[in-house]
């Protein structure tokens, strides 16, 4: 297990280096043309009785003398809280919850520590996280922030690998950005494909494009950008997955018990902090098995729903003919993900700005808006990635399309990270019913903002209070996989203190609260979720998932919220993690 990612302290968080970020990882699979959907399905969250106490039945546990934060507005504060079967039996004083306990009864006493609802990460990339863990060399600051230094640790990974083995890696940010010329040297008889950790470019050297078959004369495909310098020559560098997936496809992937192996680590970093449900937001087909068998077998601690990704056209005929079922309490197929655009240097936006693409949609808008469509009208759930704010309002343009042609009540369609939006827009969110999935801790990366785009776009990146204020469901994650931390308090931190670059709050008027953040990541994300009525409150008869922490986060210090962890974490009314 790599240490960068065991436990990112405050300090660590604020060593990272400044980079435009805001996206995932993955691929495979490609193709044209669309199919014609006319399967129905319609996924729901079960609903979870309040469980009943008969005549001589006690609770399985008790938690008393604690300050519980319910995000119920029927009882917002409780002393304790009683389990029964999985379920929360009832919320209240010590007195009424300890007068449920029967001799058998589990009883802990918190000593006064604050529990919450078990969080719940709207958007990551758990199997990505998990892997990118074990099978990439890591290129990350502070060790690496040079290209000097990336190559010096990239040539030992060279030297120690097989003739013809290729060599995959992340790496944050540098001071010159490599290209194949830089790679090529250290590389003559190995494959290499660096990934940039935020997922929208990376950089193969000659031999892995050899192999992928992508000479100058290679066209770009629609929505992505295959480099070449002012000579025709390529660079080696791929922006946006419609280009990076003609390169790493070729690359070996993960088996299906690796991805498993995969998932259960990064499952178990997430509910060691806190985390007791997690909706990864990109899965391709390859990993569907390894999401199915973590669900049937139970290897995973906390609940998983996901959202599988159409990269390609093609992509929607495959779900259509092979998605298998995968629909129960621990495990859930709940929608589709599209993204318009990559992050930074591809940002999809309505004026130019410094980058590599300004104007270019990774769809189609007239295919994107039919696919949005189909998949709307056979009742999913749609996920839309967008960067710029040209991307989020073609998102809406097509949901609001599809919502016009045929309304169907409370879709819950999402947008993922809406990292610029125009004022305009958030209006749209309210009038459409999106919601939005974000995560301002990125906000540490958009250091010198207003060099790749100008001041009046710079102050409107991530405009949570705006958002708030207007009334638009808003969900906070960690989107792991694509950054260089996944604990939750990180999340929260950057809500509350929209700290950006030299450590310096960017724009601090648009913060949440401590408690607007902690909703954010409790009953907002299961409301995004669908799964409000079983998660995301400590309200009787929903799941018993929870958290008690080791400190308050409304009564700790800001700046050391990073440092709060999980004493003991629940799931299921079972202790997963206890310290
Ligand atoms: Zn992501």
């Known amino acids: 297990m790599c240490k960068n990612h065991n436990h990112i302290s405050r300090r660590d968080f604020l060593k990272w280096g400044a980079y435009a970020l805001g996206g995932s990882i993955l691929a495979c699979g490609k193709g044209d043309d669309i199919v014609q959907l006319t399967a129905t399905v319609a996924p729901d969250a079960n609903t979870v009785a309040a469980p009943v106490l008969k005549a001589g039945e006690f609770a399985d546990t008790v938690l008393v003398n604690g300050r519980l934060y319910t995000m119920d507005n029927s009882l917002p504060t409780a002393q304790a809280l009683a389990v029964k079967d999985g379920n929360i039996l009832q919320v209240g004083s010590d007195e009424a919850i300890r007068a449920l306990a029967g001799d058998a009864t589990q009883v802990i006493d918190v000593a006064g520590k604050s529990i919450t609802p078990g969080f719940i990460d709207a958007h990551n990339h758990l199997q990505v996280f998990g892997s990118l863990l074990d099978r990439f060399v890591h290129l990350l600051p502070p060790e690496i922030r040079t290209l000097d230094s990336l190559l010096e640790k990239l040539k030992k990974s060279v030297q120690e690998a097989n003739p013809g083995e290729w060599i995959q890696a992340i790496y944050w940010v540098t001071d010159t950005m490599p290209t194949k ?37 290679t066209e770009n495909p ?13 660079t080696g560098i791929f922006y946006n997955h419609k280009a990076m997936d003609l390169l790493r496809l070729h690359a070996p992937i993960p088996t299906t018990d690796d991805m498993l192996q995969y998932i259960r680590s990064a499952g178990d970093l997430f509910a060691e902090a806190g985390v007791t449900s997690f909706y990864d937001n990109n899965v391709r087909f390859n990993a569907l098995d390894a999401y199915a068998r973590a669900g049937q077998q139970r290897v995973l601690k906390p609940r998983g729903q996901f959202y599988y990704t159409l990269e390609w056209p093609s992509d929607l005929e495959r779900a259509l003919n092979e998605m298998p079922t995968i629909d129960d309490e621990f495990m859930r197929f709940v929608g589709y993900k599209f993204l318009i655009d990559g992050q930074f240097p591809t940002w999809y936006t309505h004026e130019p700005h410094n980058g590599i693409s300004w104007d270019m949609p990774t769809w189609d808008p007239k295919i994107f808006k039919k696919a949005v469509s189909m998949l709307h009208d056979i009742g999913m759930q749609i996920s839309i990635h967008t960067g710029g704010d040209a991307a989020c309002d073609l998102a809406l343009d097509a949901i609001e399309e599809a919502m016009n042609a045929n309304p169907r009540p409370d879709p819950r369609h999402r947008i993922e990270h809406a990292t610029l939006t125009k004022p305009e827009t958030t209006q749209r969110f309210v009038d459409l019913g999106v919601h939005i999935s974000c995560q301002p801790q990125f906000l540490k990366f958009f250091a010198n903002a207003s060099d790749f785009i100008d001041e009046e776009r710079a102050a409107r990146l991530k405009v949570t209070r705006e958002w708030l204020d207007a009334g638009v469901n808003v969900s906070i994650s960690s989107d792991a996989g694509s950054t260089p931390w996944y604990r939750p308090q990180v999340t929260i931190f950057g809500a509350v203190t929209r700290l950006g670059p030299n450590d310096v709050p960017y724009h601090p008027e648009q913060a949440m609260t401590v408690e607007e953040a902690l909703y954010a990541h409790t009953m907002a994300a299961a409301k ?10 400590l309200t ?10 080791n400190e308050d986060y409304h009564t700790v210090d800001p700046m050391d919220i990073p440092q709060v962890d999980s004493e003991l974490t629940m799931i299921d009314g079972e202790i997963v993690h206890q310290i």
């Not at 003559?188 to 929208?200: E, L, S, T």
């Not at 669908?530 to 409150?537: L, N």
């Not at 009787?540 to 922490?549: C, Q």
Request: aromatic residues 8%; proline residues 7%.
């Open 528 to 537: 995004c979720g669908h799964e409000d009525d079983v998660k995301g409150s």
């Open 181 to 217: 010329f830089h790679l090529d040297p250290i590389s003559p008889d190995n494959p290499v494909w660096i990934m940039q950790q935020g997922g929208h470019f990376g950089i193969a050297n000659s031999m892995a494009m050899d192999i992928a078959g992508i000479t100058p004369e």
């Open 222 to 234: 629609v929505g992505g950008v295959i480099e070449r310098d002012e000579n025709g020559e390529l």
């Open 540 to 549: 009787p008869g929903k799941y018993a998932d929870l958290v008690v922490w």
